[in-house]
């Protein structure tokens, strides 16, 4: 139980151009799902929170429109990074919570921006 | 704001030996979770903490709680090439369900 997909798993685009990531609990309602980028050989970094049906909380620093989150159902949720520049490449991985402390993450989508 | 820490950054040990990683919390944690990222992967869950002083045992795996609920340590036995990867720490923090991650201690066994 408690699985959480991601899609797509990796992503190359163009700078420029928009990109989204798909986040789904599977066999789950997810009350939250959180999204956070790690980059290589770091930690992850919480981006944002997002509650179904409301807007995204987004962590200090993190750009709203630039990283437009939606939360249309509680087994759906959506990170599109619009006008993607190199700097942006990253593994971002979603997770799901269930109202309880423990989250179950994704496997990641891999974004690299030529 | 809140930060958690983990020592060592990189542990690199032949298969057999043990390993330990700690973790610190700036803030006072009412549990603490620790995960497994191998390489290419994503976090997985391994366990919660909630008592002071708790210890949990997974296999060759223990975990541990401070009393003073800001530091908590992972130790494996006799690791194995298997156990390979990155472990964090992750404590609640800034409401809502919210995760604080450690810095992570990466791991690399050799034969």
């Known amino acids: 139980g408690a699985v959480v997909s991601q899609h797509p798993s990796w992503v190359i685009c163009k700078s420029g151009t928009s990109v989204k990531i798909e986040c789904r609990s599977l066999d789950f309602q997810a009350t939250t799902m959180f999204w956070y980028r790690q980059f290589p050989k770091q930690s992850l970094m919480l981006m944002a929170t997002s509650n179904e049906g409301s807007k995204a909380t987004y962590e200090q620093g993190v750009e709203k429109d630039k990283f437009l989150i939606n939360h249309a159902s509680l087994t759906l949720s959506t990170l599109t990074v619009t006008s993607a520049h190199p700097e942006d490449s990253s593994f971002y991985i979603c997770?799901?919570?269930?109202?309880?402390?423990?989250?179950?993450f994704g496997p990641g989508t891999r974004l690299l921006v030529l | 704001g809140q930060q958690v820490m983990q020592i060592p950054q990189y542990q690199h040990v032949q298969e057999g030996e043990d390993f330990t990683t700690y973790c610190n919390s700036s803030?006072?944690?009412?549990?603490i979770q620790w995960y497994k990222q191998r390489p290419g992967g994503h976090p997985v869950f391994l366990i919660q903490l909630v008592k002071s002083g708790e210890v949990k045992k997974q296999k060759r795996l223990t975990f541990q709680f401070g009393e003073a609920k800001k530091n908590s340590s992972l130790h494996i036995t006799a690791t194995q090439t298997t156990d390979v990867g990155t472990y964090f720490c992750?404590?609640?923090?800034?409401?809502?369900?919210?995760?604080?991650f450690g810095t992570g201690t990466q791991l690399k066994v050799e034969l």
């Open positions: 992750a404590g609640p923090g800034g409401g809502g369900n919210k995760l604080t």
């Open positions: 997770s799901a919570g269930t109202g309880k402390e423990t989250q179950y």
């Open positions: 803030t006072t944690l009412s549990n």
